[in-house]
Every structure is written in C-alpha cells, then in structure tokens.
C-alpha cells in the first residue's frame, strides 16, 4: 500500500530571508517561504535516494515540486514506506557557488493517525484477552453467461480485514468452441483506479478449465476484480466463471 505524505499545516520549504537584529543585538533571519522549489525524497534508514513517486493525480514522478506558496503538495510514496526524507534537488546546484545546505528532513505519512488507530485497536482486543485481526477467508465469483466478450468484472472484493491477505487460488472455467479467452485478476488502487494484473489463466479448445495459485499480495483497502480479454474477437466462447479465493 502507498501512504500519503504532505499537505498538512507544516509542510512548507522555508529559507532564511533577510538578516535582521533581535535581542542583545543578535543575529536573525526572517523566515522565507520558496515557490517551486524541487525536493528529492531518500530512504529514511539508507539515505539512498527514491524516485518511484506518484502525485495526487496517481502520475508517476521522481521528485516533488512546491506549489506557488512553498507549500509541498501531497503525494504518496513507494509502497509500505510511512516515513522519507525530503531536500533540495541536488543537481539545481552548478557546484561554483559555496557549498550547498543538503540537509535532508523527516516526512512522516499523514496516514500516521488511521495507521496508529489500527494498532491501538489490535493491542486492546490483545489486552482484554481476545486475539488479534486474522484474514478469513473471502471467494470472488463472477460468471458471463452465453457469448463471451472482453469485458471487466464490474464487482469488486475490497480488502477490509485491517491486514494483508493474499490472492491464494485463481480457478477458471468455459466453454469454448473456436479460439482462446485469458482470464485475468486485477488489484485495484482505489485512489488512483491503477489496476495491476496478478494472475492470469489462458483456456482453448483443449484446455476449457485450470487452477493456477498465484500467491499474491492484496495489501489492506485494496480492491480485487476480473477481466477477461478474447484472443480474436471471433473466438467462439461461452459461460465463463471466474472463481478467486483470497484468505
């Protein structure tokens, strides 16, 4: 699952701004909020630099650009991460110049409150002696009947169970006449819509069923759905189902 990261009420690019004298005759800057300025985002424990990002809009991109008024936009990360670190692109700096300020700062996810809920949840049914959140197991069916076409399961099985599960048996059935029909199984972002295919079955004239185990991963709020796609529009198939255990 990727989490979101800014747009909260402190993430903002700040610089120092114009020097100015305080108490006792110290030294100060006036804080400076800077527009546009692109961000790099790093692994939290190796600092190794990331690039597989995508914007509020789901588009894929390797680094982050403040908005008019500094403020970083929201975006989400690589799967699983829940905390980067964000600086300055690095290659905005031609090297005459002093040495630049690569100073690198935690991002925390603003998932962090829907993300500690579920824990505390889990850690008191721990507490008063029942037992923690287990995946059950949950079957998709979906069945075209007579004519097949290329087509995409309108229903949807959405991962509520506050935990991973996995995509553990895909089996698939037709009748088929002339030609081939693939089978497929999709996990659906919901945010984004994005599909990824996790498992296929492809049946023809001699193969009209089979069960594959795909082994796959359906991380918590994700959704599961079907297509089936004819290798030929003339294909004649017929009353195909589509049967997914996920546990």
């Known amino acids: ?113 829907s993300i500690v809920a579920g824990v505390e949840a889990r850690v008191t049914t721990l507490e008063q002696g029942g037992t923690e959140v287990v995946a059950t197991a949950h079957p998709l069916v979906w069945t075209m009947a007579g004519a097949v076409e290329d087509a995409t399961s309108p229903h949807r099985y959405v991962n509520l169970e506050g935990t991973g599960q996995t995509i553990e048996t895909v089996r698939a059935e037709a009748t088929i006449t002339t030609g081939s029909v693939t089978v497929q199984v999709l996990t659906v972002d919901l945010d984004t819509q994005a599909t990824t295919v996790v498992a296929a079955v492809v049946l023809d004239t001699t193969t009209q069923a089979a069960t594959v185990t795909p082994a796959a991963a359906v991380s918590d709020g994700t959704g599961v759905t079907t297509q089936v796609t004819l290798s030929d529009p003339a294909d004649d198939v017929a009353d195909v189902t589509v049967q997914v255990m996920i546990r």
């Open 1 to 113: 699952m990727r989490y979101w990261f800014g747009d909260s009420p402190t993430d903002f690019v700040v610089g120092p701004g114009e020097q100015y004298t305080w108490a006792d005759e110290q030294l100060g800057y006036n804080a400076v909020l800077i527009p546009g300025a692109r961000l790099w985002a790093y692994d939290y424990t190796t600092g190794t630099r990331i690039t597989d990002l995508l914007d509020h809009t789901g588009a894929a991109v390797t680094e982050i650009t403040a908005t008019s008024y500094g403020r970083i936009p929201r975006f989400r990360g690589p799967d699983e991460a829940k905390t980067l670190l964000l600086g300055q692109a690095e290659d905005t700096f031609d090297g005459v110049d002093d040495p630049p300020d690569l100073n690198k700062w935690v991002l925390t996810s603003i998932d962090w409150p």
